[in-house]
């Protein structure tokens, strides 16, 4: 996965998602729960990569941290709740997903099956 279109295709799979721009700029493009309204994953490039900021349970914030050099504490966001991957094909795929799909989770406030994988893992 290194495309925005990648991500914001995988993100729009799970239930009551739209994609947001608020900050009228096309950069930064989000994806939203559409009942609490809250993001969980936005959307930006910056040095060359496409770049996701995804929420974060702080218990394993360290370990996607140590496990992939690509993951960085939230670039302007909170760095204890938020994580930065650089998808810069160095995550498999797989990996990205499961963030992507934990950070919904966590906005949404339940746990659910992640979108054609039977479930989170």
């Known amino acids: 996965m290194k ?6 295709d ?6 009551e ?3 947001d721009t608020p900050f009228h700029d096309d950069n930064w493009v989000l994806l939203r729960y559409r009942r609490n309204k809250k993001a969980f994953a936005w959307t930006y490039e910056r040095e060359g990569h496409i770049w ?3 929420k974060v349970d702080p218990q394993w914030r360290d370990f996607w941290r140590n496990a992939y050099q690509s993951v960085l504490p939230g670039y302007h966001q909170n760095k204890e709740h938020w994580n ?6 160095t ?9 992507i799909a934990e ?19």
């Open 17 to 19: 998602v739209y994609v």
């Open 52 to 54: 996701v900021n995804v």
């Open 3 to 8: 495309e925005r279109k990648e991500v914001l």
């Open 103 to 121: 950070s919904y989770d966590l906005i949404v406030g339940k746990t659910i099956s992640m979108p054609g994988n039977g479930s989170k893992g």
């Open 10 to 15: 995988f993100g729009l799979t799970f239930p």
């Open 84 to 89: 930065s991957i650089v998808l810069d094909g």
């Open 91 to 99: 995550i498999p795929d797989g990996e990205i997903k499961r963030m």
